[in-house]
């Protein structure tokens, strides 16, 4: 039977297409070489949340992400937030997260977010060795990292994160360990950590081998939370704070997406905005809808729900089968909830449980 969804305002996740090059691993939607278009972006970009969030009063949480999302300048971000600030009135306190790239953080950008009611940021950090940001073919400096928390803790952003990639071909257990201690040092509340993954677009998939370092996922998940930063998702780590915007996605709860190539969900349909980005200027309204069936909502609500400490409701699953994953210690029993033990091994149990 399937489990309604949780009863929560939706979330708006806003994106940002425009880099100043792309890194040899990134496989999102972003282009570099358009600046041009900034202005015309954000024009049809408000074009689309006004549409977007005309039958949706109240929101829970926002995240801008890209691309690099500091690459719009603040007047920019001055005509997105007044455009979904009628959207917020209600919840004040609600969490609005901003990626951003360390090279590109300075003082007035960060003070004009804030102003504006920005209070989380997620820096692009991905290594602390300068071999390692070569090759992963980063424009930042390790210099740059302390630089940019700076300027972003001073100017009062409550929530600071960064996001670390491991398991690349220069990858060791001391040299994971160093990067571990390294981020123990700064100005976070919490941490993502992501497994190397070359898709067959990226320009590092024709060039390189795979890592050699084994049992990688466990190695940094223990070394983390040797440093007190808790697992409560597959790449995610709170200390103490756990991503309220992605507690919804994992959670099942309908969100909202707007920019080139933003999806978002609604009720049984999954929405999926154009792509590139003169095309979305042209038509920011134009997508392709999804239909979503019982079975596709249930497989993802396992699935989903599996991979970090949210777990599933017991009703609806096969009895008989949650007693043998209990037994066989794969996951346990928490507040009428299935939860893995292992959330890197969700994928498998929901589909074992489908």
Not at 285 to 291: A, N, S, T, Y
Not at 307 to 336: A, M
Request: hydrophobic share 35%; net charge neutral.
């Amino acid at each position: 039977m399937l489990k309604s969804t949780p009863p929560r305002a939706p979330s708006l996740y806003i994106h940002v297409p425009f880099c100043t090059s792309k890194c040899g691993y990134c496989a999102f939607n972003s282009f570099s070489g358009l600046d041009s278009l900034k202005d015309a972006y954000v024009e049809a970009l408000i074009v689309d949340l006004k549409d977007s969030l005309k039958s949706t009063p109240v929101l829970s949480s926002i995240f801008i992400g890209g691309g690099t999302p500091n690459t719009l300048e603040p007047k920019h971000y001055e005509y997105i937030f007044n455009t979904i600030a009628t959207h917020t009135t209600s919840a004040q306190n609600i969490e609005i997260t901003l990626e951003a790239n360390p090279d590109l953080i300075t003082k007035e950008w960060c003070k004009t977010l804030r102003a504006l009611g920005a209070n989380r940021l997620s820096l692009g950090v991905q290594s602390f060795f300068a071999d390692k940001l070569r090759f992963l073919q980063r424009e930042h400096s390790q210099q740059d990292i302390f630089k940019a928390l700076e300027i972003a803790h001073t100017c009062g952003f409550n929530h600071l994160s960064i996001d670390l990639i491991y398991n690349t071909p220069l990858d060791m257990p001391a040299r994971l360990k160093a990067e571990c201690m390294q981020a123990n040092t700064l100005p976070i509340d919490h941490l993502s950590a992501y497994s190397l993954t070359l898709e067959d677009n990226t320009r590092l998939a024709k060039s390189t081998a795979p890592s050699a370092l084994l049992n990688a996922d466990s190695t940094l998940q223990n070394i983390l939370k040797d440093l007190g930063f808790t697992p409560y998702e597959v790449s995610n780590y709170a200390k103490p704070y756990q991503v309220q915007h992605n507690l919804g996605y994992w959670a099942g709860c309908e969100y909202l997406g707007c920019g080139a190539g933003a999806v978002g969900r609604m009720g049984k349909e999954r929405f999926y905005k154009q792509k590139y980005v003169l095309a979305y200027i042209k038509d920011p309204l134009k997508r392709r809808i999804e239909h979503l069936s019982d079975q596709d909502l249930e497989f993802e609500r396992l699935f989903l729900g599996l991979r970090c400490v949210l777990g599933v409701e017991l009703k609806g699953l096969d009895p008989k089968k949650t007693q043998t994953l209990v037994e066989e210690e794969k996951c346990k029993i928490s507040n009428q909830r299935l939860v893995a033990c292992d959330f890197f091994l969700a994928d498998e149990i929901a589909l074992w449980l489908t």
